[in-house]
């Protein structure tokens, strides 16, 4: 069955595709992360807020992004970013955006809708009393939450968005679509070049295993240790 | 709709019935046919995923040591591969693994990307499925089960008669959302050239240069299934809701 293989492809390509192939990923991983908690936050914080019409723009946000297959969204965006950007910056005719923009764009602002879910949960595990108890100590709004009520959310709900960061982390395999240099593109890339399909998209899956592999294993652990303090 | 700063992009709402390049029907038949085949994989993938994703999540309650292993790996072999990796180890992978002629039957077989697409997504849902179905036997009192046995059941008779029944109702909620993710997730299949919703929303961008009326037209579509999904669930929730117990009255 494997006497056909050439496993020195992989050997050959190696350099390709982790330098190129899965600095792109991770980096788009981390950043997507970084700045979908970020922006989730905020779209959790309108969504509990007593304001008018804010819960309202945030609900309708999260649930559109949520029933819309990403590869969709991937599209969407691709096309749309630079029209907005033209749009944002005045500019003549629309803006080039290149695909590592692209994508940090698209999956920073989809899986937002995934992590705000997880930090409203996380803040409303925090009990009312403390709010209370921090306004009645004259703190501002800013000031519950940030001191009170994000820091426990947030620890509170470590182990959640770090699981949301490995299904991230395989998500980012998608761009494919638009024929990015992620680590699925460039192991794809030298498949197609040396007709090594089966041994490319073997060790593919090996890798992208062993990484969420390890790294599940590792928020078990957390949990385990959080679960303790507790 | 007008862009200030005269933005370049002409709007075309009348495209949907304008003769799609295809030959037969318009633009609008051609997204209504990706419709029906992205129903038709999610909803071969969902049978699929609620087999093996029950008999899986059984094994992981199961007492014995070697059930748990075996479903345990089941599962993370599943859940930790990228769902795109998964349909091309299926689609170019498997092929060349077995022996020449199952795999000529196999490239050759009409209809490849449908039945890869539907074998993948819902082996690859099965292990979400499996995770649940574990999470709602476990959520029942240990009582059920030994009373079930007090009363002269077999394993397999708790488990079909008092377990399972129960499991399911409770687990209701969360299986809606994974059937919404086996919808979603089949347009991944326009990667192996499935010809679902978003590969011809793709197409007719791609034909007709009016991309956001395609992707606008199968955002829209991808709500209605949606909304139509949740509310029949909602329905059938309440339908089969156990009285004094969580939904019910």
Same mark, same amino acid.
């Given at each position: ?7 020195d ?11 190129e192939?899965m600095t ?19 779209l959790a ?60 764009i ?24 403390q ?100 | ?28 038949? *051609?997204?209504?046919s990706? #419709?029906?085949? !992205?129903? $038709? ?5 969902? /049978?699929?995923?609620?087999? @093996? ?16 292993v ?21 689609f ?33 849902m ?17 009582a059920?089960? *030994?009373?079930?046995?007090? #009363?002269?059941? !077999?394993? $397999? ?5 008092? /377990?399972?029944?129960?499991? @399911? ?81």
């Amino acid at each position: 069955m494997f006497q056909n293989f050439d496993f020195d492809v992989i050997r050959r390509s190696i350099g390709y595709l982790f330098v190129e192939g899965m600095t792109f990923t991770l980096t788009l991983t981390g950043l997507a992360t970084l700045g979908g908690v970020i922006l989730g936050t905020l779209l959790a914080l309108m969504r509990l807020s007593s304001l008018p019409i804010l819960p309202r723009i945030a609900a309708t946000y999260v649930n559109l992004m949520r029933s819309l297959p990403l590869v969709l969204v991937i599209f969407w965006f691709y096309f749309l970013v630079p029209y907005l950007g033209q749009w944002i910056t005045g500019a003549e005719r629309p803006i080039q955006v290149g695909a590592f923009a692209s994508s940090l764009i698209t999956f920073t602002l989809f899986e937002a809708a995934y992590f705000s879910e997880i930090m409203r949960a996380g803040i409303q595990s925090i009990p009312r009393g403390q709010v209370s108890a921090g306004y009645a100590l004259g703190l501002t709004y800013p000031q519950v939450m940030g001191y009170i009520v994000l820091p426990q959310a947030f620890r509170n709900m470590l182990p959640v968005l770090l699981t949301q960061t490995i299904i991230l982390f395989q998500d980012t395999s998608l761009v494919y679509v638009l024929s990015i240099t992620d680590f699925l593109g460039a192991a794809s890339k030298v498949a197609q070049r040396d007709g090594r399909l089966v041994e490319m998209y073997l060790f593919a899956a090996l890798v992208y295993f062993a990484i969420s592999y390890a790294a599940s294993l590792l928020v078990k652990l957390l949990q385990a240790r959080t679960a303790i303090v507790r | 709709m007008k862009f200030r700063n005269g933005m370049n992009y002409n709007w075309n709402w009348g495209i949907f019935w304008e003769p799609s390049p295809e030959g037969v029907g318009t633009y609008l038949d *051609m997204l209504l046919s990706g #419709l029906r085949w !992205t129903l $038709a994989t999610a909803l071969c993938a969902w /049978l699929i995923a609620l087999v @093996f994703g029950s008999a899986v999540g059984v094994m992981r309650t199961l007492p014995g040591r070697a059930a748990q292993v075996v479903g345990n790996a089941y599962v993370e072999f599943f859940r930790d591969i990228p769902l795109l990796v998964q349909l091309f180890l299926w689609f170019f992978v498997l092929p060349e693994l077995l022996p020449p002629s199952w795999g000529i039957w196999m490239k050759q077989m009409p209809n490849a990307p449908f039945w890869t697409a539907v074998v993948g997504i819902g082996l690859y849902m099965s292990a979400r499925v499996a995770e649940q179905v574990r999470a709602g036997v476990n959520a029942l009192s240990k009582a059920q089960g *030994m009373a079930g046995t007090a #009363l002269g059941l !077999t394993t $397999a008779q708790v488990y079909r008669y008092v /377990l399972l029944p129960m499991a @399911f109702r409770i687990i209701l909620p969360p299986l809606t959302s994974e059937f919404l993710n086996t919808i979603k997730n089949t347009s991944v299949a326009l990667t192996i050239g499935l010809l679902e919703l978003t590969a011809r929303a793709r197409s007719m961008q791609e034909f007709s240069f009016q991309v956001f009326e395609a992707f606008t037209a199968a955002t829209l579509l991808y709500l209605v299934i949606n909304v139509v999904v949740v509310t029949a669930m909602r329905f059938l929730e309440t339908k089969v809701a156990v009285p004094g117990y969580i939904a019910g009255k």
